[in-house]
T-cell receptor, first 113, second 114 residues
Framework: QKEVEQNSGPLSVPEGAIASLNCTYS??????FFWYRQYSGKSPELIMS????GDKEDGRFTAQLNKASQYVSLLIRDSQPSDSATYLC?????????????FGTGTRLQVFP | DGGITQSPKYLFRKEGQNVTLSCEQN?????MYWYRQDPGQGLRLIYY???????QKGDIAEGYSVSREKKESFPLTVTSAQKNPTAFYLC?????????????FGDGTRLSIL
């Protein structure tokens, strides 16, 4: 079982719709979770961090964390063509280990006009 | 502006050659990291450093070497022992290890074999 799993996509949504990206992880005691956006040929850019159960909103982005079910999701409201990118989920393994981020392989999002 | 600078943006390696990728940060971060990204794969950790003059192997350290002589700098050498070096190399930094803080990335270096 992969430590951090994401559906590779592509996930295609029309402009203005809500895009929902999901990620599951295997280390039950992981404590910090991150979403990165990576445009083709570019480096990853941090867009959200979440540390506790529930929702965290930042503009059009909402991160949701459910530690009991071991999943974290990213919702993008009012999707725009400029949101078309690969979204990487990253999970920090339990403390006492290295400060090691485990990355999923990413979900490719396509927003069409 | 504070950030992470990687150079060069593109690099070509000849057979049997060692090449060095530069990574400099002015964020005053203690921790620095090197990742490799191949198409369709996630980021894989090569080496990381928690503090000056200290570094640890990541998951795929074979064929690579690093140094950390200054807090701001963490160069990566891809040696001739690395038989499949073609990849996108990303340098990252974070405030400190064990902090649960996110890592921030430079713009990357794309390495190819001539």
């Amino acid at each position: 079982q992969k430590e951090v799993e994401q559906n590779s996509g592509p996930l295609s949504v029309p402009e203005g719709a809500i895009a929902s990206l999901n990620c599951t992880y295997s280390d039950r005691v992981s404590q910090s979770f991150f979403w990165y956006r990576q445009y083709s040929g570019k480096s990853p850019e941090l867009i959200m961090s979440i540390y506790s159960n529930g929702d965290k909103e930042d503009g059009r982005f909402t991160a949701q964390l459910n530690k009991a079910s071991q999943y974290v999701s990213l919702l993008i409201r009012d999707s725009q063509p400029s949101d078309s990118a690969t979204y990487l989920c990253a999970v920090n393994q339990s403390p006492g280990n290295t400060d090691k981020l485990i990355f999923g392989t990413g979900t490719r999002l396509q927003v069409f006009p | 502006d504070g950030g992470i600078t990687q150079s060069p943006k593109y690099l070509f390696r000849k057979e049997g050659q060692n090449v060095t990728l530069s990574c400099e940060q002015n964020l005053n971060h203690d921790a620095m990291y090197w990742y490799r990204q191949d198409p369709g794969q996630g980021l894989r950790l090569i080496y990381y450093s928690q503090i000056v003059n200290d570094f640890q192997k990541g998951d795929i350290a074979e064929g690579y070497s690093v140094s950390r002589e200054k807090k701001e700098s963490f160069p990566l050498t891809v040696t001739s022992a690395q038989k499949n070096p073609t990849a996108f190399y990303l340098c990252a930094s974070s405030i400190q290890v064990y902090s649960n803080q996110p890592q921030h990335f430079g713009d990357g270096t794309r390495l190819s074999i001539l």
